[in-house]
C-alpha cells in the first residue's frame, strides 16, 4: 500500500564517504501548488559539504521537483549543482498534452509520463513493495530519459539513529544494462511502515557513498 506524504514533509539526511562524515542534505515537501488544473507537490532536496570536507570540495547542490499528487510523475525539474569548481544550472518542463519536455531551447518528444531524480523516490513510495516484485521507472535529466528497473531484493531491520527500523531492500538497474556513473552499485532501504528512504549506499571502486535518515518530520 502506498504512502501520501504531506505538506512540510521533511527528511534530514547524514552524508558520509566510507566512514568520515562529509555532509548533510534535506528532502522536503515545501509546498502544494497546481499545474494544469491539478495538484502538485513542489518537492525541495538540498546537499551541502560540512566540517572538513567543505574545505577540501565544496559542495551546495539545490534541486526541484513538481510531482503529480495522485499518480507521482514529474512536471518538472531544475537543478543548481556546485561541486567544487565543477557548475551546473539545469531545468525542464514536461508538457503530456504536446508529449514533449522542455529544457532551455531545446524540445524532445517523450511517450508518456516520466519521473526525474527527486519525484522517482516519491513515485516508489506508492507502490506495493512485496519482497521479490520488480517494477519499471522511466527517468528524465540532462535531455536524456534512461529506463530502470528496481528489484525488491529482499527485507531487513536496521537500527537508525531514531530506533530500529524495517525495511524493503531496492536495487536499481539500469534496463539497458549499463553501469552506474562511475561503475557504482547501489542499494537503497524504504521504511515499510512510512515507505521513505532511509539508508541510500553507493559502491563504488574507490569507496562507499552512503545517505542516513537522521531526522524524520512528518507533514500535514
Given at each position: 500500500m502506498g504512502v501520501t506524504p504531506g505538506i512540510g514533509e521533511k527528511m534530514?539526511?547524514?552524508?558520509?564517504?566510507?566512514?568520515?562524515?562529509?555532509?548533510?542534505?534535506?528532502?522536503?515537501?515545501?509546498?502544494?501548488?497546481?499545474?494544469?488544473?491539478?495538484?502538485?507537490?513542489?518537492?525541495?532536496?538540498?546537499?551541502?559539504?560540512?566540517?572538513?570536507?567543505?574545505?577540501?570540495?565544496?559542495?551546495?547542490?539545490?534541486?526541484?521537483?513538481?510531482?503529480?499528487?495522485?499518480?507521482?510523475f514529474s512536471y518538472g525539474f531544475a537543478k543548481s549543482v556546485h561541486e567544487g569548481k565543477y557548475r551546473k544550472e539545469y531545468s525542464v518542463r514536461f508538457n503530456y498534452d504536446k508529449m514533449v519536455a522542455v529544457a532551455g531551447e531545446d524540445t524532445m518528444a517523450i511517450d508518456g509520463y516520466l519521473s526525474d531524480p527527486v519525484s522517482v523516490f516519491y513515485y516508489v513510495r506508492a507502490l506495493n513493495l512485496e519482497e521479490g516484485k520488480e517494477f519499471f521507472v522511466k527517468s528524465f535529466d540532462n535531455n536524456k530519459i534512461r529506463q530502470y528497473k528496481i528489484v525488491v531484493i529482499g527485507v531487513k531491520r536496521l537500527v537508525m539513529p531514531y530506533g530500529e527500523e524495517g525495511c524493503f531492500v531496492l536495487a536499481p538497474f539500469h534496463v539497458d544494462g549499463s553501469p552506474f556513473k562511475y561503475g557504482g552499485h547501489a542499494v537503497i532501504y524504504v521504511s515499510i511502515k512510512r515507505k521513505i528512504p532511509v539508508v541510500l549506499e553507493t559502491r563504488f571502486k574507490f569507496g562507499t557513498v552512503k545517505m542516513k535518515l537522521e531526522k524524520y518530520q512528518e507533514g500535514e
Open positions: 534530514t539526511f547524514s552524508m558520509w564517504y566510507n566512514f568520515i562524515k562529509v555532509g548533510v542534505s534535506y528532502l522536503e515537501v515545501n509546498s502544494l501548488d497546481t499545474i494544469n488544473g491539478r495538484g502538485v507537490y513542489r518537492v525541495v532536496y538540498q546537499v551541502r559539504s560540512t566540517g572538513m570536507f567543505d574545505k577540501i570540495f565544496k559542495v551546495r547542490d539545490f534541486f526541484e521537483s513538481w510531482i503529480d499528487v495522485r499518480e507521482y
